[in-house]
């Protein structure tokens, strides 16, 4: 029997057990794993792991109730033992009225990824050749003038199976994997020492750039960075670099999440059809995108998925929404479920893709003119309620168009609601990424120091 094959058979006797235990309802999911990674520092072999696993999460729902449990010890009088416990728990857990299936026929009529390329068909690296690659990352690192040192360089993949069944019908599974090589490096001395990093993940082996570009990469970021000081505090254009616009798009996307709209903790409650971006700029979810990172036939309660857009020109669309979060708010489900073993599903997104603008990153700086460019930050304080932002971050000083000098210990605080509206974005998203988002520039923050 295949591996497939097993834990589809695991998925649905653990239903079966939970439907025997007197549950109402109940789902299950399954994710079969093996992993390896290797890490060097100093030219020497600093760590090898290699992993394999199975566990499974099991939901259940009685009355109005629904508890989770999980557990890698599958065999059958644990998985008996498990669905009793958490039959019982669901029985005293409070009243929730919109926990609940899909009804039969909204499910997916897909049951596997084929044709989304999630998985690499190809025979994994060895441990042998993982250090291979993390050595010769280090290499180029430390070749680079002004390195004095690679905390680490790793590689690793990870090929999994992940198999979901439902009391209502619905059973699928598909496998994915990834490749990851990353590094980070240091330079300086003293209280002038400076790290960064560069970190690479693909589906596939074959698409991941080379070991010697990555270490080189992270290498020239570290030195980039050696001379910092503080900017002039005041009222600037700053340009969120590529590495870091997703996460301002991303807190956009975590206001859009339905679970914060339904308990009335979004800064976006209300202001569906609204302008939240500026006119022309569209966020769309993409699904089904060939070797995405995030891409998935069907979401965790088995609903298809389909590519839509969350904000079309500049103006917010839709939630983003599973089935309670959907029932609580009086709409459909956005099929935008995802599940962990150990919880119930969330709302969540798939690939983000953003409207591009037509400069790179240069010519959004030579458009500022003179301002801040951030490349990463630290820390973050943000209401999700009022969208009041600050974050702390490190980047470089800008002038004239051109970078001037790197700095650091910076406060960046602004509005949420206000910076999204003024965004203008660059050309240079890396389509890698889940969240693939370009450089930005962004009004309306200010720069203290």
């Given at each position: 029997?295949?591996?497939?094959?097993?834990?589809?058979?695991?998925?649905?006797?653990?239903?079966?057990?939970?439907?025997?235990?007197?549950?109402?309802?109940?789902?299950?999911?399954?994710?079969?794993?093996?992993?390896?990674?290797?890490?060097?520092?100093?030219?020497?072999?600093?760590?090898?792991?290699?992993?394999?696993?199975?566990?499974?999460?099991?939901?259940?729902?009685?009355?109005?109730?629904?508890?989770?449990?999980?557990?890698?010890?599958?065999?059958?009088?644990?998985?008996?033992?498990?669905?009793?416990?958490?039959?019982?728990?669901?029985?005293?857990?409070?009243?929730?009225?919109?926990?609940?299936?899909?009804?039969?026929?909204?499910?997916?009529?897909?049951?596997?990824?084929?044709?989304?390329?999630?998985?690499?068909?190809?025979?994994?690296?060895?441990?042998?050749?993982?250090?291979?690659?993390?050595?010769?990352?280090?290499?180029?690192?430390?070749?680079?003038?002004?390195?004095?040192?690679?905390?680490?360089?790793?590689?690793?993949?990870?090929?999994?199976?992940?198999?979901?069944?439902?009391?209502?019908g619905f059973e699928a599974g598909y496998a994915r994997?990834?490749?990851?090589?990353?590094?980070?490096?240091?330079?300086?001395?003293?209280?002038?020492?400076?790290?960064?990093?560069?970190?690479?993940?693909?589906?596939?082996?074959?698409?991941?750039?080379?070991?010697?570009?990555?270490?080189?990469?992270?290498?020239?970021?570290?030195?980039?960075?050696?001379?910092?000081?503080?900017?002039?505090?005041?009222?600037?254009?700053?340009?969120?670099?590529?590495?870091?616009?997703?996460?301002?798009?991303?807190?956009?996307?975590?206001?859009?999440?339905?679970?914060?709209?339904?308990?009335?903790?979004?800064?976006?409650?209300?202001?569906?059809?609204?302008?939240?971006?500026?006119?022309?700029?569209?966020?769309?979810?993409?699904?089904?995108?060939?070797?995405?990172?995030?891409?998935?036939?069907?979401?965790?309660?088995?609903?298809?998925?389909?590519?839509?857009?969350?904000?079309?020109?500049?103006?917010?669309?839709?939630?983003?929404?599973?089935?309670?979060?959907?029932?609580?708010?009086?709409?459909?489900?956005?099929?935008?479920?995802?599940?962990?073993?150990?919880?119930?599903?969330?709302?969540?997104?798939?690939?983000?893709?953003?409207?591009?603008?037509?400069?790179?990153?240069?010519?959004?700086?030579?458009?500022?003119?003179?301002?801040?460019?951030?490349?990463?930050?630290?820390?973050?304080?943000?209401?999700?309620?009022?969208?009041?932002?600050?974050?702390?971050?490190?980047?470089?000083?800008?002038?004239?168009?051109?970078?001037?000098?790197?700095?650091?210990e910076i406060t960046l605080a602004g509005s949420l609601p206000e910076m999204l509206l003024s965004i203008r974005?660059?050309?240079?998203?890396?389509?890698?990424?889940?969240?693939?988002?370009?450089?930005?520039?962004?009004?309306?923050?200010?720069?203290?120091?």
């Open positions: 029997m295949s591996g497939a094959d097993a834990d589809r058979l695991l998925a649905a006797r653990m239903v079966e057990a939970a439907l025997a235990a007197g549950a109402d309802a109940a789902d299950v999911i399954v994710v079969s794993a093996t992993s390896a990674s290797v890490g060097v520092a100093g030219r020497s072999l600093e760590e090898a792991e290699h992993a394999e696993g199975r566990d499974a999460g099991l939901r259940v729902i009685a009355g109005r109730g629904q508890a989770c449990v999980s557990s890698s010890d599958l065999r059958d009088e644990n998985i008996v033992e498990m669905a009793g416990r958490a039959v019982t728990m669901a029985r005293a857990a409070p009243d929730d009225p919109y926990c609940d299936l899909a009804e039969p026929e909204r499910l997916s009529p897909t049951r596997d990824a084929a044709g989304l390329d999630l998985a690499d068909a190809s025979e994994p690296p060895g441990p042998g050749a993982l250090e291979d690659m993390a050595r010769a990352a280090e290499e180029a690192a430390l070749a680079v003038p002004g390195i004095v040192q690679v905390e680490q360089a790793s590689a690793g993949w990870v090929a999994d199976r992940l198999t979901i069944a439902l009391s209502n994997s990834s490749m990851t090589l990353a590094l980070s490096a240091l330079a300086g001395e003293g209280t002038g020492r400076e790290r960064d990093y560069a970190v690479e993940t693909r589906r596939h082996a074959a698409d991941l750039p080379s070991p010697e570009a990555i270490g080189r990469r992270a290498a020239e970021r570290t030195v980039a960075r050696l001379g910092a000081r503080r900017p002039p505090a005041g009222h600037y254009p700053v340009v969120y670099d590529e590495r870091v616009a997703g996460g301002l798009i991303g807190h956009l996307l975590s206001a859009a999440n339905g679970a914060a709209v339904a308990r009335g903790a979004s800064w976006l409650d209300g202001r569906l059809g609204e302008a939240v971006l500026p006119d022309g700029i569209t966020l769309r979810e993409e699904p089904h995108m060939l070797r995405g990172r995030a891409s998935r036939p069907f979401d965790a309660e088995g609903l298809p998925t389909k590519a839509s857009t969350i904000v079309e020109n500049g103006s917010l669309a839709r939630w983003v929404l599973d089935l309670a979060t959907a029932r609580q708010l009086g709409l459909e489900s956005t099929a935008n479920a995802r599940r962990g073993l150990s919880g119930p599903p969330s709302p969540g997104v798939t690939n983000i893709r953003m409207t591009a603008g037509e400069k790179d990153r240069a010519g959004l700086l030579a458009e500022i003119g003179t301002g801040l460019l951030v490349t990463s930050f630290l820390g973050a304080s943000i209401n999700p309620t009022t969208g009041a932002y600050s974050r702390g971050a490190s980047g470089f000083w800008v002038e004239g168009g051109e970078i001037a000098y790197p700095v650091n974005p660059g050309n240079d998203a890396d389509e890698a990424k889940a969240i693939a988002v370009p450089s930005l520039i962004v009004e309306g923050l200010t720069v203290g120091a």
